[in-house]
């Protein structure tokens, strides 16, 4: 049976800017299977939309509450949303 298909909407929060923080979503998203979006807010947080096998979402969100060496997460808040099964590959949006 495979596996169930699920949708995210993540922010997080801390020093989560201008550390690579982006690249560093599409790089573990690739390698993850992932598809969505990353992208920095006015509020200084970057929120992640991602969508996927449920344990390839699991291991993102954990991935993301470490970040990238120069990142100092605070925070990740979590949301599931419906699955759309229509997004594209992970991409940066502006």
Do not use: H, K, W, Y
């Not at 598809?35 to 920095?40: D, E, L, P």
């Not at 990238?68 to 594209?88: C, I, K, Q, T, Y």
Request: positive net charge; proline residues 5%.
């Amino acid at each position: 049976m495979p596996e169930e298909v699920v949708r995210v909407r993540t922010r997080v929060r801390g020093r989560v800017q201008q550390v690579g923080f982006r690249v560093f979503v599409l790089r573990e998203a690739d390698a993850l299977g992932l598809r969505g979006t990353v992208a920095n807010c006015a509020d200084g947080s970057v929120e992640c939309v991602v969508e996927g096998r449920r344990s390839s979402v699991e291991a993102m969100i954990a991935r993301l509450r470490q970040g990238p060496p120069f990142a100092r997460v605070r925070a990740v808040d979590v949301s599931e949303e419906p699955a759309v099964g229509r997004l594209e590959p992970m991409r940066i949006r502006a």
